[in-house]
């Protein structure tokens, strides 16, 4: 990752000064190890890492660039013994009030020792949660990093080239190329050869700024209750939050849209050119049908006409061509950018980021992996997320919500917890 950052990395690093957007990993081990047993350990792998031995320094017109800078006991935060699982993670929701400076350190590692009550954990946990600047990559990017930190010496880094200035021949060719698809789609979305552009929807109550208290639950399972025969993991957790987003609504009294649905994460197809190699989706949730099974069937045929747009060429090109903007005009418009804004509609009502975490091989003080969660940040208008992480044969559904969209969040998670019930009994 030496040299210079690529514009949509570029970006997600300077957006991180107006909206926080930093990943927590969490893993789960059952251990009774101290935390100081491991702390050395972590040390070590880090400093086998080329992408946790830099930072990122500003170029005074350009983007910026990435330097040199080895990986230290600084980069470790020892918490102790937060208590039960409950406690442990009402610590690891005030880490969000601590996002990393990437230009001195962008990551960060948290251990919990001791920690009692952890789910699928017969004796104490050893909880370690590792905290990444989004300039460092999206989910997968991240979770590579953490297997590699954490041990998996067959992991490999994910492969990027070197960003490259582009000569004004090419800058024009993509301009051209980026106009020309650009028309294609219009003409394939007129012709019915490609799904039209996900409407808006309606704000709900968790559509709010985040405020107050910030909260983070999890809701472990099995991954056979979510996902069974054509249903993929994804379609089965976007058809669980679905059923308890709808139940919450209900619950305080408010009319569920026909509209409601979900902002999810795409993982790009073809070349990684940058680090963060993804986009968001808008997804119908359908929560007037009441078959849940139809209702998963009728989520995939969402979600896969999402990322047949998604893959049409004109949006390959219109990044290409994003890569053009100059850096100054391109910070100048993120400076500009109103947090306070709210829009009259939403890409959807609440997020979904899915990503699987391999196998469950890794040990670390001597106990063996029994979860793995993330936790995705909040927005402006997004005061509820849900990060979907699977390990092995278990998924967990990482719950991320503000007081003042959620200020019951045991009871939105518990009504999770009963909507995957019913999911698994319908699949």
């Known amino acids: ?51 946790l031995n830099l930072r990122i320094e500003e170029s005074r017109l ?45 990551w960060r590692i948290h251990l919990f020792e001791s920690v009692s009550d952890a789910p699928r954990c017969a004796g104490p946990a050893l909880v370690v949660v590792l905290q990444f600047s989004h300039a460092l990559g999206d989910g997968r990017v991240a979770s590579a990093l953490a297997r590699r930190l954490l041990g998996d010496r067959e992991q ?3 492969s990027i080239p070197p960003h490259r200035r582009l000569g004004p021949v090419e800058i024009l060719t993509r301009a051209r190329r980026a106009r020309e698809f650009e028309q ?55 058809t669980a939050v679905s059923l308890a987003l709808s139940r919450y609504l209900a619950l305080h009294g408010d009319a569920v849209p026909a509209e409601l649905g979900a902002e999810v994460t795409l993982a790009k197809s073809g070349e990684r050119h940058a680090h963060n190699h993804f986009r968001n989706a808008g997804v119908d949730l359908f929560p007037d049908v009441d078959d ?59 997020v979904v980021s899915s990503v699987a975490r391999g196998p469950a091989d890794l040990t670390l003080g001597g106990g063996p992996v029994r979860f793995t969660a993330g936790f995705p940040a909040l927005s402006p208008v997004m005061g509820l997320t849900h990060g979907v992480h699977g390990i092995g044969d278990v998924v967990t559904f990482g719950v991320t919500s503000s007081e003042s969209a959620v200020p019951d969040p045991d009871t939105y998670a518990s009504l999770l917890d009963e909507a995957v019930d019913d999911v698994a009994r319908a699949l």
Request: glycine content about 8%; overall charge positive.
């Open 184 to 238: 294609l789609l219009r003409d394939d979305t007129a012709a019915g050869r490609v799904p039209p552009q996900a409407p808006g929807r309606p704000r709900t109550r968790v559509n709010t700024a985040p405020r107050g208290t910030t909260s983070v639950r999890t809701v472990v399972r099995n991954r056979t209750d979510l996902a069974r025969g054509p249903i993929t993991v994804t379609v089965g957790a976007l």
């Open 292 to 350: 849940l099974r139809v209702r998963a069937r009728r989520i995939a045929e969402s979600l896969d006409a999402r990322r047949v747009r998604a893959e049409h060429p004109a949006m390959e090109a219109q990044a290409r061509a994003t890569e053009m903007v100059p850096a100054v005009l391109l910070r100048w418009g993120i400076r500009q950018f109103d947090a306070t804004a709210v829009p009259e509609s939403v890409t959807g009502n609440t």
């Open 1 to 51: 990752m030496l040299g210079r950052l690529h514009p949509t990395d570029a970006q997600t690093y300077w957006m991180s000064s107006v909206i926080p957007n930093d990943q927590f990993l969490l893993f789960c081990f059952e251990s009774s190890a101290a935390a100081d047993g491991v702390l050395g350990q972590l040390v070590d792998a880090a400093r086998g890492i080329d992408e």
């Open 62 to 106: 350009g983007y910026p660039h990435t330097v040199r800078t080895p990986a230290g006991v600084d980069g470790v935060v020892h918490h102790g013994c937060p208590g039960g699982w409950d406690a442990c993670l009402s610590a690891v929701a005030a880490l969000f009030a601590h996002q990393v400076d990437a230009s001195r350190k962008p």
């Open 156 to 158: 490999r880094p994910i």
